[in-house]
């Protein structure tokens, strides 16, 4: 398979996946998307394949979330995501868990994390980070709701204050690495030239392990965690999809495309 957007590879029971639109801070659009869905669906039916490591190109960041100029490339806010992400159901696929598989995801975070690229690491198994690494979230400076990427970190264990200080202060509220580790969210800060190394290294232990009972744990583990969630994320979907319908998201969408202030005004 030949993607733009990531870097796909395989060595021995490992894959590799890189985001790769560095210039774009690897923020997801429709090829993206469309070719990490690929990606998982072949991991998923590769027997060879036991763990996936997945980064980001660049240092400055490991995602910034959606594309936002993308969704505004026609001169208005494209905010039905079945149109969006019409190559994967109308749904976006670009973790493992969003494609059902539970083969284990070790994820190495460099640089900011922003809004829907939390999704990588709520999905993933195992998080590291580099010592530049910084995770916020736009979501309602940009007019639209935060939806499942603080009900997942809620999961993580992430303290509800903390959660709520992210979700409502913006890009004003950065976590840095150390407190990333320190609330859960990844489990260890490296060196940025130790990054890849080190999840290469945890990944290379996991592949060790048996893979049946492995991959068998890893989905048991998640349906597990999950089950007390799939409520609350259900309705948080509907809720999402008016909001989508409203003028608050369509505004904030093309004042990040026009590099303006948004205004949210009642009309």
Request: net charge neutral; glycine share 8%; proline share 4%.
């Amino acid at each position: 398979m030949e993607f733009e957007a990531i870097l796909y590879e395989k060595k021995g029971h490992i894959a590799f996946i890189t985001l790769n639109r560095p210039e774009a801070l690897n923020s997801i659009n429709q090829k993206m998307n469309s070719e990490l869905y690929q990606a998982w669906r072949d991991i998923k039916g590769d027997p060879n394949i036991r763990v996936t490591v997945l980064t980001g190109a660049g240092e400055r960041a490991f995602s910034s979330g959606m594309d936002v100029r993308a969704r505004t490339a026609s001169g208005k806010a494209e905010m039905d995501l079945s149109v969006f992400f019409a190559d994967s159901g109308g749904q976006m696929r670009v973790t493992a868990r969003r494609n059902d598989c539970f083969k284990p995801v070790i994820t190495a975070v460099n640089g900011m994390v922003v809004g829907g690229g939390l999704h990588f690491l709520t999905d993933s198994d195992i998080c590291i980070c580099s010592e530049n690494a910084t995770f916020f979230d736009t979501h309602l400076e940009l007019g639209i709701m935060i939806t499942g990427e603080v009900l997942d970190l809620s999961r993580r264990g992430v303290p509800l204050e903390r959660l709520m200080r992210m979700a409502l202060l913006g890009k004003k509220e950065r976590m840095d690495a150390q407190e990333a580790l320190r609330i859960g969210i990844v489990s260890q800060v490296v060196p940025q030239k130790e990054l890849l190394p080190t999840a290469t290294g945890l990944a290379e232990i996991v592949a060790e392990m048996p893979p049946l009972p492995t991959m068998l744990s890893v989905e048991a583990i998640w349906r597990g965690v999950f089950s007390g969630t799939e409520d609350a994320k259900t309705a948080s979907e509907i809720l999402n999809r008016y909001n989508r319908r409203g003028p608050e998201a369509q505004e904030g969408f093309m004042a990040f495309a026009q590099k303006r202030k948004p205004t949210f005004e009642k009309e």
